[in-house]
T-cell receptor
Framework: SQQGEEDPQALSIQEGENATMNCSYK?????LQWYRQNSGRGLVHLIL?????REKHSGRLRVTLDTSKKSSSLLITASRAADTASYFC????????????FGTGTLLAVQP | NAGVTQTPKFQVLKTGQSMTLQCAQD?????MSWYRQDPGMGLRLIHY???????DQGEVPNGYNVSRSTTEDFPLRLLSAAPSQTSVYFC????????????FGEGSWLTVV
């Protein structure tokens, strides 16, 4: 079964607004990553946060991680039409599983 | 750098046929993996490899076979295609299995009729 579940499944906002996506997972993790996928393309890495980190920034992206709640959030500030894409969280489970498990994704539509 | 290259981009198969999806990376990455992506299901891990000569099963391995004879190549074989294997397939690689960025290919669209 999926390790990560994103919420909401779909999100539509206006350009300039902030977009927040959430990810919940089931087991202890080494790290959590967020990826972006434009329609018909492969996934592109956005940011990685380790289990001992609580918050990380990269440009207009802010990621938080709460290991006690087994959840993470991705905030995109001042969104642009070009941010329209699907966003996925992926977790690297603790232990030697060597597996990166993806969630079901959030489809973000930014209206110009 | 080409990164991760997948071929073919599109393929239509008849039920029962076999085929191989090719994946090659030129980044000298040890870890390679195959995912399938279906609507509303996200990406599911099929098989992965932590280095040449080593492969292991992911979440949905049935009906697929892999081998890793070189660091660069990680082909995915469909043994006897079924309509349930209609999907988009992504190959990915990273320097190691844990704690690294994963680099994805552009995907292979497979339809089984």
């Amino acid at each position: 079964s999926q390790q990560g579940e994103e919420d909401p499944q779909a999100l539509s906002i206006q350009e300039g607004e902030n977009a927040t996506m959430n990810c919940s997972y089931k087991t202890s993790i080494n790290n959590l990553q967020w990826y972006r996928q434009n329609s018909g393309r492969g996934l592109v890495h956005l940011i990685l946060i380790r289990s001992n980190e609580r918050e990380k920034h990269s440009g207009r992206l802010r990621v938080t991680l709460d290991t006690s709640k087994k959840s993470s959030s991705l905030l995109i500030t001042a969104s642009r039409a070009a941010d329209t894409a699907s966003y996925f969280c992926a977790t690297d489970e603790s232990g030697a599983t060597n597996k990166l498990i993806f969630g079901t994704g959030t489809l973000l539509a930014v209206q110009p | 750098n080409a990164g991760v290259t997948q071929t073919p981009k599109f393929q239509v198969l008849k039920t029962g046929q076999s085929m191989t999806l090719q994946c090659a990376q030129d980044m000298n990455h040890e870890y390679m993996s195959w995912y399938r992506q279906d609507p509303g299901m996200g990406l599911r891990l099929i098989h992965y490899s932590v280095g040449a000569g080593i492969t292991d099963q992911g979440e949905v391995p049935n009906g697929y076979n892999v081998s890793r004879s070189t660091t660069e190549d990680f082909p995915l074989r469909l043994l006897s295609a079924a309509p349930s294997q209609t999907s988009v397939y992504f190959c990915a690689s990273s320097p190691e299995a844990s704690g690294n960025t994963i680099y994805f290919g552009e995907g292979s669209w497979l339809t089984v009729v």
